[in-house]
Protein backbone atom coordinates (compact mmCIF):
# COMPACT_ATOMS: atom_id res chain seq x y z
CA UNK A 1 0.00 0.00 0.00
CA UNK A 2 2.95 2.29 0.67
CA UNK A 3 4.29 1.75 -2.60
CA UNK A 4 0.55 2.42 -4.45
CA UNK A 5 0.42 5.54 -2.48
CA UNK A 6 3.95 7.03 -3.31
CA UNK A 7 3.53 10.12 -5.62
CA UNK A 8 4.76 9.39 -8.76
CA UNK A 9 8.13 11.55 -9.87
CA UNK A 10 7.95 13.87 -13.06
CA UNK A 11 11.54 13.57 -14.56
CA UNK A 12 12.50 17.42 -14.24
CA UNK A 13 11.44 19.31 -17.67
CA UNK A 14 14.48 21.59 -16.96
CA UNK A 15 17.34 18.93 -18.57
CA UNK A 16 17.35 19.19 -22.01
CA UNK A 17 18.33 15.41 -22.28
CA UNK A 18 15.40 13.63 -20.36
CA UNK A 19 12.51 12.13 -22.28
CA UNK A 20 8.87 11.21 -20.74
CA UNK A 21 7.10 8.86 -23.31
CA UNK A 22 3.90 9.01 -21.42
CA UNK A 23 3.99 12.81 -21.49
CA UNK A 24 4.65 13.14 -24.93
CA UNK A 25 1.98 10.80 -26.17
CA UNK A 26 -0.61 13.05 -23.72
CA UNK A 27 0.77 16.03 -25.45
CA UNK A 28 0.07 14.31 -29.10
CA UNK A 29 -3.32 12.81 -28.26
CA UNK A 30 -4.15 16.17 -27.24
CA UNK A 31 -2.74 18.29 -30.48
CA UNK A 32 -5.21 15.70 -31.99
CA UNK A 33 -8.34 16.27 -30.21
CA UNK A 34 -7.77 19.75 -30.97
CA UNK A 35 -6.88 19.74 -34.87
CA UNK A 36 -10.20 17.32 -35.01
CA UNK A 37 -12.40 20.24 -33.01
CA UNK A 38 -11.22 23.25 -34.99
CA UNK A 39 -11.76 21.12 -38.54
CA UNK A 40 -15.03 19.76 -37.08
CA UNK A 41 -15.96 23.87 -36.60
CA UNK A 42 -14.75 24.60 -39.67
CA UNK A 43 -17.01 22.34 -41.66
CA UNK A 44 -20.40 23.18 -39.37
CA UNK A 45 -19.34 26.81 -39.77
CA UNK A 46 -19.20 26.40 -44.16
CA UNK A 47 -22.10 24.40 -44.17
CA UNK A 48 -24.61 26.13 -41.95
CA UNK A 49 -23.06 29.95 -42.69
CA UNK A 50 -23.77 30.84 -39.01
CA UNK A 51 -21.42 30.75 -35.77
CA UNK A 52 -20.01 28.17 -34.73
CA UNK A 53 -20.79 27.22 -30.99
CA UNK A 54 -17.73 28.37 -28.94
CA UNK A 55 -16.70 25.62 -26.82
CA UNK A 56 -15.03 26.37 -23.12
CA UNK A 57 -11.31 25.11 -23.75
CA UNK A 58 -9.65 22.80 -22.20
CA UNK A 59 -6.96 23.76 -19.56
CA UNK A 60 -4.20 22.41 -22.07
CA UNK A 61 -5.98 23.57 -24.91
CA UNK A 62 -5.42 27.12 -23.44
CA UNK A 63 -1.63 26.38 -22.88
CA UNK A 64 -1.65 26.14 -26.55
CA UNK A 65 -4.11 28.11 -28.29
CA UNK A 66 -1.39 30.40 -29.27
CA UNK A 67 -0.56 27.86 -31.81
CA UNK A 68 -3.92 27.58 -33.47
CA UNK A 69 -4.97 31.15 -33.77
CA UNK A 70 -4.74 30.84 -37.53
CA UNK A 71 -6.82 28.12 -37.69
CA UNK A 72 -9.97 29.70 -35.66
CA UNK A 73 -11.19 32.85 -37.66
CA UNK A 74 -11.88 36.25 -35.43
CA UNK A 75 -15.54 37.03 -36.97
CA UNK A 76 -18.45 34.72 -37.31
CA UNK A 77 -18.99 34.73 -40.79
CA UNK A 78 -18.01 31.95 -42.49
CA UNK A 79 -14.08 31.86 -43.85
CA UNK A 80 -13.07 30.98 -47.00
CA UNK A 81 -11.62 27.46 -47.71
CA UNK A 82 -7.80 27.08 -48.55
CA UNK A 83 -6.65 26.48 -51.76
CA UNK A 84 -5.01 23.79 -50.57
CA UNK A 85 -7.92 22.46 -49.42
CA UNK A 86 -10.03 22.76 -52.88
CA UNK A 87 -6.98 21.91 -55.04
CA UNK A 88 -7.49 18.01 -55.41
CA UNK A 89 -11.15 18.04 -55.44
CA UNK A 90 -13.23 16.81 -58.78
CA UNK A 91 -15.80 18.99 -60.16
CA UNK A 92 -19.61 18.11 -58.58
CA UNK A 93 -22.30 17.79 -61.21
CA UNK A 94 -24.65 20.62 -60.91
CA UNK A 95 -27.99 21.24 -62.16
CA UNK A 96 -28.50 24.37 -64.27
CA UNK A 97 -29.64 27.51 -62.47
CA UNK A 98 -29.84 30.38 -65.02
CA UNK A 99 -31.35 30.79 -67.83
CA UNK A 100 -28.41 30.43 -69.94
CA UNK A 101 -27.69 27.54 -68.55
CA UNK A 102 -31.20 25.93 -69.49
CA UNK A 103 -30.84 26.95 -72.80
CA UNK A 104 -27.39 24.88 -73.06
CA UNK A 105 -28.51 22.08 -71.95
CA UNK A 106 -31.80 22.00 -74.23
CA UNK A 107 -29.44 22.45 -76.95
CA UNK A 108 -27.61 19.61 -76.05
CA UNK A 109 -30.38 17.30 -75.55
CA UNK A 110 -31.85 17.80 -78.81
CA UNK A 111 -28.09 17.17 -80.36
CA UNK A 112 -28.22 13.99 -78.50
CA UNK A 113 -30.96 12.34 -80.53
CA UNK A 114 -29.42 12.75 -83.96
CA UNK A 115 -26.83 9.65 -83.53
CA UNK A 116 -29.74 7.36 -82.09
CA UNK A 117 -31.08 7.31 -85.59
CA UNK A 118 -28.08 5.35 -86.90
CA UNK A 119 -29.83 2.47 -85.07
CA UNK A 120 -32.69 2.08 -87.61
CA UNK A 121 -33.06 -1.18 -88.76
CA UNK A 122 -34.38 0.18 -91.94
CA UNK A 123 -32.14 2.72 -92.62
CA UNK A 124 -29.20 0.40 -92.06
CA UNK A 125 -30.01 -1.52 -94.53
CA UNK A 126 -30.56 1.28 -96.94
CA UNK A 127 -27.31 2.54 -96.01
CA UNK A 128 -25.49 -0.64 -97.07
CA UNK A 129 -27.24 -0.96 -100.09
CA UNK A 130 -25.43 2.72 -101.50
CA UNK A 131 -21.76 1.23 -100.58
CA UNK A 132 -19.92 -0.85 -102.68
CA UNK A 133 -18.82 -3.51 -100.21
CA UNK A 134 -17.09 -5.64 -102.24
CA UNK A 135 -14.42 -2.60 -103.28
CA UNK A 136 -14.33 -1.43 -99.69
CA UNK A 137 -13.61 -4.77 -97.82
CA UNK A 138 -10.90 -5.58 -100.73
CA UNK A 139 -9.23 -2.31 -100.27
CA UNK A 140 -9.81 -3.17 -96.77
CA UNK A 141 -8.15 -6.37 -96.59
CA UNK A 142 -4.89 -4.91 -98.77
CA UNK A 143 -4.39 -2.44 -96.16
CA UNK A 144 -4.70 -5.08 -93.67
CA UNK A 145 -2.33 -7.54 -94.72
CA UNK A 146 0.26 -4.54 -95.38
CA UNK A 147 -0.10 -3.49 -91.85
CA UNK A 148 0.13 -6.84 -90.59
CA UNK A 149 3.56 -7.33 -92.92
CA UNK A 150 5.38 -3.81 -91.36
CA UNK A 151 4.37 -5.14 -87.89
CA UNK A 152 6.15 -8.62 -88.34
CA UNK A 153 9.29 -6.52 -90.04
CA UNK A 154 9.47 -4.87 -86.78
CA UNK A 155 9.26 -7.41 -84.34
CA UNK A 156 7.46 -10.94 -83.64
CA UNK A 157 5.21 -9.68 -80.78
CA UNK A 158 4.63 -6.44 -82.65
CA UNK A 159 0.96 -5.27 -83.33
CA UNK A 160 0.00 -3.46 -86.66
CA UNK A 161 -1.09 0.22 -86.01
CA UNK A 162 -4.65 -0.66 -87.28
CA UNK A 163 -6.90 -3.16 -87.12
CA UNK A 164 -9.26 -4.61 -89.81
CA UNK A 165 -12.05 -2.85 -88.87
CA UNK A 166 -9.93 0.35 -88.67
CA UNK A 167 -9.03 -0.85 -92.67
CA UNK A 168 -12.72 -0.59 -93.05
CA UNK A 169 -13.45 2.83 -92.02
CA UNK A 170 -10.13 4.05 -94.00
CA UNK A 171 -11.16 2.77 -96.98
CA UNK A 172 -15.37 3.99 -96.67
CA UNK A 173 -13.80 7.59 -95.70
CA UNK A 174 -11.42 7.42 -99.12
CA UNK A 175 -14.54 6.39 -101.36
CA UNK A 176 -17.21 9.11 -99.44
CA UNK A 177 -15.18 11.90 -100.60
CA UNK A 178 -13.81 10.76 -103.80
CA UNK A 179 -17.01 9.15 -105.31
CA UNK A 180 -20.10 9.40 -103.31
CA UNK A 181 -20.73 12.52 -101.76
CA UNK A 182 -20.01 16.66 -103.26
CA UNK A 183 -19.41 19.89 -101.41
CA UNK A 184 -21.88 22.17 -102.28
CA UNK A 185 -21.00 26.04 -102.53
CA UNK A 186 -23.77 27.90 -104.31
CA UNK A 187 -25.77 25.30 -106.48
CA UNK A 188 -25.97 24.96 -110.05
CA UNK A 189 -29.27 26.32 -111.81
CA UNK A 190 -31.23 23.11 -112.55
CA UNK A 191 -32.74 24.71 -115.78
CA UNK A 192 -29.36 26.32 -117.72
CA UNK A 193 -26.26 24.93 -114.93
CA UNK A 194 -25.16 28.88 -114.46
CA UNK A 195 -23.85 29.93 -111.06
CA UNK A 196 -26.22 31.22 -109.04
CA UNK A 197 -26.28 33.52 -106.14
CA UNK A 198 -27.35 33.55 -102.27
CA UNK A 199 -30.51 35.62 -101.62
CA UNK A 200 -30.88 34.48 -98.43
CA UNK A 201 -33.16 31.56 -95.85
CA UNK A 202 -36.86 30.87 -96.91
CA UNK A 203 -39.18 28.58 -94.82
CA UNK A 204 -39.26 25.19 -95.53
CA UNK A 205 -41.51 23.30 -97.78
CA UNK A 206 -43.86 20.67 -95.95
CA UNK A 207 -42.02 17.82 -98.02
CA UNK A 208 -38.56 19.30 -97.13
CA UNK A 209 -39.53 19.93 -93.66
CA UNK A 210 -40.55 16.17 -93.19
CA UNK A 211 -37.00 15.27 -94.67
CA UNK A 212 -35.85 17.17 -91.86
CA UNK A 213 -34.77 20.43 -93.12
CA UNK A 214 -35.31 22.91 -90.46
CA UNK A 215 -34.27 25.83 -93.03
CA UNK A 216 -34.12 26.30 -96.76
CA UNK A 217 -31.27 28.21 -98.31
CA UNK A 218 -32.76 30.75 -101.64
CA UNK A 219 -30.22 31.41 -104.72
CA UNK A 220 -31.35 32.46 -107.73
CA UNK A 221 -29.59 31.93 -111.69
CA UNK A 222 -27.41 34.59 -112.17
CA UNK A 223 -27.88 34.20 -116.67
CA UNK A 224 -29.76 37.23 -117.56
CA UNK A 225 -32.16 35.11 -119.46
CA UNK A 226 -32.95 32.97 -116.59
CA UNK A 227 -33.20 34.15 -113.15
CA UNK A 228 -34.57 30.95 -111.92
CA UNK A 229 -34.93 30.66 -108.28
CA UNK A 230 -32.70 27.85 -106.84
CA UNK A 231 -33.08 25.94 -103.28
CA UNK A 232 -31.11 24.35 -101.52
CA UNK A 233 -32.86 22.55 -98.06
CA UNK A 234 -30.53 21.63 -95.38
CA UNK A 235 -31.34 17.93 -94.79
CA UNK A 236 -31.26 16.53 -91.42
CA UNK A 237 -32.65 13.18 -92.23
CA UNK A 238 -30.04 10.86 -93.38
CA UNK A 239 -31.99 8.45 -95.83
CA UNK A 240 -32.65 12.53 -97.49
CA UNK A 241 -28.86 12.47 -97.90
CA UNK A 242 -28.44 8.90 -99.64
CA UNK A 243 -30.53 9.63 -102.10
CA UNK A 244 -28.98 13.65 -102.46
CA UNK A 245 -25.69 12.95 -101.54
CA UNK A 246 -24.64 16.31 -101.32
CA UNK A 247 -23.73 19.05 -98.78
CA UNK A 248 -21.55 20.95 -96.52
CA UNK A 249 -20.00 19.89 -93.17
CA UNK A 250 -23.49 18.80 -91.39
CA UNK A 251 -24.51 16.52 -93.94
CA UNK A 252 -21.18 15.10 -94.69
CA UNK A 253 -20.97 14.17 -91.20
CA UNK A 254 -24.07 13.10 -90.55
CA UNK A 255 -24.38 10.68 -93.51
CA UNK A 256 -21.10 9.50 -92.98
CA UNK A 257 -21.91 8.56 -89.71
CA UNK A 258 -24.79 6.69 -90.89
CA UNK A 259 -22.37 4.47 -93.38
CA UNK A 260 -19.53 3.72 -90.89
CA UNK A 261 -22.56 2.39 -88.33
CA UNK A 262 -23.58 0.42 -91.32
CA UNK A 263 -20.34 -1.41 -91.79
CA UNK A 264 -19.69 -1.62 -87.72
CA UNK A 265 -18.65 0.83 -86.57
CA UNK A 266 -19.06 2.12 -83.59
CA UNK A 267 -19.37 6.11 -84.06
CA UNK A 268 -19.78 9.58 -82.65
CA UNK A 269 -21.07 12.52 -84.03
CA UNK A 270 -18.58 15.64 -82.89
CA UNK A 271 -20.52 19.14 -82.26
CA UNK A 272 -18.22 22.07 -82.40
CA UNK A 273 -19.79 25.72 -81.23
CA UNK A 274 -17.92 27.37 -83.80
CA UNK A 275 -20.07 25.91 -86.48
CA UNK A 276 -18.04 22.49 -87.75
CA UNK A 277 -19.36 18.97 -86.94
CA UNK A 278 -17.44 15.48 -87.92
CA UNK A 279 -17.32 12.30 -86.70
CA UNK A 280 -15.27 9.96 -84.74
CA UNK A 281 -15.19 6.07 -84.63
CA UNK A 282 -13.86 4.12 -82.31
CA UNK A 283 -10.56 1.38 -82.69
CA UNK A 284 -10.68 -1.53 -80.93
CA UNK A 285 -7.47 -1.93 -82.05
CA UNK A 286 -5.76 0.90 -79.80
CA UNK A 287 -8.41 1.30 -77.75
CA UNK A 288 -9.66 4.67 -77.99
CA UNK A 289 -11.74 6.86 -80.25
CA UNK A 290 -10.31 8.15 -83.73
CA UNK A 291 -11.39 11.33 -84.93
CA UNK A 292 -12.41 11.47 -88.52
CA UNK A 293 -13.59 13.84 -90.65
CA UNK A 294 -15.26 13.09 -94.22
CA UNK A 295 -14.83 16.47 -95.33
CA UNK A 296 -10.95 17.06 -95.16
CA UNK A 297 -10.77 12.79 -95.57
CA UNK A 298 -8.67 13.33 -92.24
CA UNK A 299 -8.19 10.24 -89.96
CA UNK A 300 -6.60 10.77 -86.41
CA UNK A 301 -5.68 13.98 -87.12
CA UNK A 302 -7.54 15.43 -83.98
CA UNK A 303 -4.98 18.96 -83.93
CA UNK A 304 -6.09 20.08 -87.66
CA UNK A 305 -8.31 22.27 -86.85
CA UNK A 306 -6.81 24.86 -84.34
CA UNK A 307 -3.32 23.81 -85.12
CA UNK A 308 -4.23 23.80 -89.06
CA UNK A 309 -7.35 26.05 -89.95
CA UNK A 310 -6.65 28.42 -86.82
CA UNK A 311 -10.11 28.08 -85.25
CA UNK A 312 -10.52 29.00 -81.76
CA UNK A 313 -12.80 26.71 -80.04
CA UNK A 314 -14.56 26.49 -76.81
CA UNK A 315 -16.84 23.54 -76.86
CA UNK A 316 -16.55 19.87 -79.05
CA UNK A 317 -19.21 17.50 -77.89
CA UNK A 318 -19.40 14.36 -78.97
CA UNK A 319 -23.18 12.26 -79.31
CA UNK A 320 -23.26 8.73 -79.51
CA UNK A 321 -25.97 5.86 -78.85
CA UNK A 322 -24.15 5.55 -75.75
CA UNK A 323 -24.03 8.68 -74.51
CA UNK A 324 -22.12 12.00 -74.30
CA UNK A 325 -19.10 13.38 -74.06
CA UNK A 326 -16.87 16.55 -73.57
CA UNK A 327 -13.20 15.84 -75.65
CA UNK A 328 -12.77 19.31 -76.49
CA UNK A 329 -9.59 18.23 -74.51
CA UNK A 330 -8.58 16.13 -77.70
CA UNK A 331 -8.89 19.22 -80.48
CA UNK A 332 -7.68 21.93 -78.05
CA UNK A 333 -4.25 20.91 -77.36
CA UNK A 334 -2.95 24.40 -76.45
CA UNK A 335 -5.46 26.59 -74.43
CA UNK A 336 -3.96 29.45 -74.63
CA UNK A 337 -3.64 29.87 -78.13
CA UNK A 338 -6.69 28.05 -79.69
CA UNK A 339 -9.62 27.80 -76.61
CA UNK A 340 -12.51 30.16 -77.34
CA UNK A 341 -14.26 31.37 -74.06
CA UNK A 342 -16.28 28.45 -72.36
CA UNK A 343 -19.13 31.20 -71.12
CA UNK A 344 -22.59 28.88 -72.19
CA UNK A 345 -22.82 27.22 -68.74
CA UNK A 346 -20.36 26.48 -65.71
CA UNK A 347 -18.52 23.82 -66.08
CA UNK A 348 -20.11 21.51 -63.40
CA UNK A 349 -23.73 22.11 -65.29
CA UNK A 350 -22.09 20.76 -68.48
CA UNK A 351 -20.88 17.73 -66.55
CA UNK A 352 -24.16 17.61 -64.91
CA UNK A 353 -25.64 17.47 -68.85
CA UNK A 354 -23.33 15.05 -69.90
CA UNK A 355 -24.16 12.88 -67.18
CA UNK A 356 -27.77 13.24 -67.36
CA UNK A 357 -27.52 12.38 -71.44
CA UNK A 358 -25.62 9.11 -70.37
CA UNK A 359 -27.96 7.88 -67.30
CA UNK A 360 -30.56 8.36 -70.73
CA UNK A 361 -29.04 6.23 -73.31
CA UNK A 362 -27.68 3.32 -70.62
CA UNK A 363 -30.59 3.15 -68.37
CA UNK A 364 -31.48 -0.33 -70.73
CA UNK A 365 -28.53 -1.77 -70.63
CA UNK A 366 -27.29 -4.49 -68.79
CA UNK A 367 -24.74 -4.06 -65.50
CA UNK A 368 -22.32 -6.19 -68.23
CA UNK A 369 -22.58 -3.39 -70.72
CA UNK A 370 -22.80 -0.50 -68.60
CA UNK A 371 -19.74 -1.30 -66.63
CA UNK A 372 -17.67 -1.94 -69.97
CA UNK A 373 -19.03 1.28 -70.71
CA UNK A 374 -17.52 3.00 -67.66
CA UNK A 375 -14.07 1.51 -68.34
CA UNK A 376 -14.14 3.01 -71.63
CA UNK A 377 -15.41 6.39 -69.92
CA UNK A 378 -12.31 5.64 -67.21
CA UNK A 379 -9.65 5.41 -69.94
CA UNK A 380 -10.56 8.37 -71.93
CA UNK A 381 -10.72 10.52 -69.46
CA UNK A 382 -7.30 9.61 -68.54
CA UNK A 383 -6.42 10.05 -72.25
CA UNK A 384 -7.82 13.46 -72.37
CA UNK A 385 -5.97 14.66 -69.33
CA UNK A 386 -2.33 13.22 -70.63
CA UNK A 387 -3.04 15.97 -73.45
CA UNK A 388 -3.62 18.08 -70.73
CA UNK A 389 0.00 17.11 -69.24
CA UNK A 390 1.61 16.87 -72.83
CA UNK A 391 0.80 20.47 -73.51
CA UNK A 392 2.55 21.57 -69.63
CA UNK A 393 5.42 19.80 -70.85
CA UNK A 394 6.01 21.07 -74.30
CA UNK A 395 5.19 24.92 -72.69
CA UNK A 396 7.99 24.37 -70.02
CA UNK A 397 10.40 23.03 -72.89
CA UNK A 398 9.75 26.13 -74.78
CA UNK A 399 10.83 28.01 -71.98
CA UNK A 400 14.08 26.16 -70.59
CA UNK A 401 17.23 26.53 -73.35
CA UNK A 402 17.84 23.86 -75.62
CA UNK A 403 19.67 22.79 -79.18
CA UNK A 404 17.76 24.70 -81.41
CA UNK A 405 15.16 22.01 -83.79
CA UNK A 406 14.59 21.94 -87.66
CA UNK A 407 11.34 23.82 -88.57
CA UNK A 408 11.09 20.35 -89.88
CA UNK A 409 10.71 19.01 -86.97
CA UNK A 410 7.21 19.64 -86.18
CA UNK A 411 4.39 18.43 -88.25
CA UNK A 412 2.94 21.41 -90.48
CA UNK A 413 -1.00 21.04 -90.72
CA UNK A 414 -2.92 22.28 -93.55
CA UNK A 415 -5.43 25.03 -93.25
CA UNK A 416 -8.56 23.86 -94.96
CA UNK A 417 -9.49 22.40 -98.00
CA UNK A 418 -13.29 21.79 -97.97
CA UNK A 419 -15.43 24.77 -99.68
CA UNK A 420 -15.14 28.24 -101.77
CA UNK A 421 -11.65 29.97 -100.68
CA UNK A 422 -14.09 33.11 -99.87
CA UNK A 423 -16.30 30.84 -97.41
CA UNK A 424 -13.49 29.50 -95.83
CA UNK A 425 -11.58 32.94 -95.60
CA UNK A 426 -15.23 34.42 -94.10
CA UNK A 427 -15.01 31.73 -91.81
CA UNK A 428 -11.64 32.04 -90.52
CA UNK A 429 -10.67 28.82 -91.58
CA UNK A 430 -7.73 29.39 -93.56
CA UNK A 431 -4.55 28.80 -91.26
CA UNK A 432 -4.86 32.57 -89.77
CA UNK A 433 -4.81 34.06 -93.06
CA UNK A 434 -8.06 34.66 -93.27
CA UNK A 435 -10.53 37.05 -90.96
CA UNK A 436 -12.71 35.59 -88.24
CA UNK A 437 -16.01 33.81 -88.75
CA UNK A 438 -18.25 35.84 -90.01
CA UNK A 439 -16.35 39.06 -90.60
CA UNK A 440 -17.74 40.20 -93.89
CA UNK A 441 -21.17 39.63 -93.27
CA UNK A 442 -21.67 36.42 -94.92
CA UNK A 443 -23.58 33.47 -93.47
CA UNK A 444 -21.01 31.30 -90.38
CA UNK A 445 -23.40 28.39 -91.32
CA UNK A 446 -21.67 25.42 -92.14
CA UNK A 447 -23.23 22.34 -91.25
Not at 439 to 446: M, Y
Request: proline share 7%.
Amino acid sequence: MADSNRPRREPPSSKPGDFNALDLTQRFEQLLRTRRLNNLTERSRSRSNSPSIQSQPSRSHSSRSSHHTSTQPSDNSAAPPSYSSLRNLPKIPSPPQDPASFRFRNRLLTLSVGPTKYENPGLLDDALRAIPLDRIYGEAEDESQLMQAQAASIGENEKPEWGYQDCVIRALLRWFKRVFFTWVNNPQCTRCGSPTSALGMTPPSPDEAARGAAQVELYQCSASNCGAYERFPRYGDVWALLQTRRGRCGEWANCFSMLCRAVGGRVRWVWNAEDHVWTEVYSEQQKRWIHVDACEEAWDNPRLYTEGWGKKMSYCIAFSIDGATDVTRRYVRNGATHAADRNRAPEEVLLWITNEIRKMRRETLSKEEKRRLIIEDEREEKELRGYVVQALAAAIGKMIPTTPTSAGDEQKLPARRSGAQAWRQARGEEGGRGGPPGGDGSPREGH
